[in-house]
């Protein structure tokens, strides 16, 4: 550059080569570290938004505006359970990161008695959970009748509706079950076991075998065959 050129001049017949002063020296270093630094940033804020952008148009993995890869919702009917429950569901929960917003809801369970039966107690829940459900979502009711998948056919069913883009609504019933109406509306009958589980101990279960499938499709060592 101009600054870093040795300035020459004659004196008769004498050439002298002058250096350049050290002020222009640390001027021209300081302009050369600042474009530098300048260029590194639009290269990574610049770099973020095209990965960004290829990463949201891939088939196999998008983005919700939140920035999420996946959104889970499950709705449990129950209040009130035993701590043991609540930090094996956080547990498992925060290991899912930023890849999935899951979000576990609870209902309030209509209470029995006083001329409110076991008919009547499930149309009350089946009313909240309704209103529960997330506008739009893929519907997934836990019954006893419902297909067991395995840990991987469940990591291949988050797959396709992570794909299509589904934001995915497990329903956990109450002490009674619920209505066959709430059943009709199901896009999924899933049974996690064939023996008769603690609403609590069920809430872990799905959680962690979330999950797990979750593990499977990023190769985590997490699942083992």
């Given at each position: ?9 004659y ?8 250096r ?42 998008q ?25 094996a ?23 029995r008695?006083?001329?409110?039966n ?35 056919e469940?990591?291949?069913h ?60 990023h ?7």
């Amino acid at each position: 550059t101009r600054g870093n050129r040795r300035k020459r001049r004659y004196a008769g017949s004498l050439l002298i080569i002058e250096r350049p002063s050290e002020t222009a020296e640390r001027d021209t270093f300081g302009f050369q570290t600042a474009f530098y630094f300048q260029s590194v940033a639009w290269v990574l804020v610049h770099g973020l938004k095209r990965l960004r952008t290829c990463l949201t148009m891939m088939p196999n993995r998008q983005f919700d505006n939140k920035g999420y890869f996946m959104n889970i919702t499950v709705l449990a009917v129950g209040t009130k359970m035993p701590r043991w429950v609540d930090e094996a569901v956080g547990e498992y929960a925060k290991r899912f990161g930023r890849d999935v917003n899951y979000a576990l809801k609870e209902i309030k369970p209509e209470k029995r008695g006083a001329g409110v039966n076991a008919v009547q107690g499930m149309a009350a829940e089946e009313k909240r959970l309704l209103e529960a459900i997330p506008q739009g979502a893929f519907l997934v009711v836990l019954d006893e009748r419902g297909k067991a998948p395995t840990s991987v056919e469940l990591a291949q069913h988050l797959k396709s509706w992570q794909q299509n883009g589904e934001h995915v609504c497990f329903i956990i019933g109450g002490a009674d079950g619920m209505t066959d109406r709430l059943k009709q509306q199901a896009n999924m009958m899933m049974r996690l076991s064939s023996l008769t589980l603690p609403h609590g101990m069920v809430r872990v279960l799905l959680t962690e075998q979330l999950y797990r499938a979750v593990s499977i499709l990023h190769n985590h060592p997490y699942h083992r065959e």
